[in-house]
């Protein structure tokens, strides 16, 4: 890690809610995943799921994993859950301790759908 990103990793746990909003290719993601801590949904564009499981692995080896596949899949109560934007469940699966929006911009419409399932699942955090 390189200095910039050790200040990233304190400056997301000192903080309750946060937009971390580097350019691209800073390690956004290796930031966030060494800053969380607890019970963790990520919530990512579908194309994104494995490279979040594969940084979750390099990074934090001892967190179990999960990969939500499709709309059936259950939570198994793993640390991590990794679920995409369409696939976030109409009832809840577990009550996170964090909450991890990737490429949040697809969050930008207060009606469309995406957007009320992910503020359902967030007002379910611990």
Request: hydrophobic share 40%; with cysteine; glycine share 6%.
């Amino acid at each position: 890690m390189y200095e910039y990103q050790d200040v990233g990793v304190e400056w997301l746990q000192s903080k309750q809610r946060a937009l971390l909003a580097d350019e691209m290719g800073l390690g956004k993601t290796r930031q966030t995943i060494r800053a969380m801590s607890g019970r963790v949904c990520v919530v990512c564009p579908a194309v994104v799921k494995g490279v979040w499981a594969k940084e979750l692995a390099a990074v934090r080896p001892e967190l179990a994993v999960q990969v939500i596949k499709k709309r059936t899949d259950t939570y198994n109560g793993s640390d991590v859950v990794i679920v995409n934007y369409e696939l976030i469940p109409e009832h809840t699966f577990a009550d996170f301790d964090l909450i991890v929006a990737d490429e949040a911009h697809m969050l930008g419409c207060n009606k469309s759908a995406r957007t009320i399932k992910f503020r359902d699942l967030a007002k379910r955090r611990r």
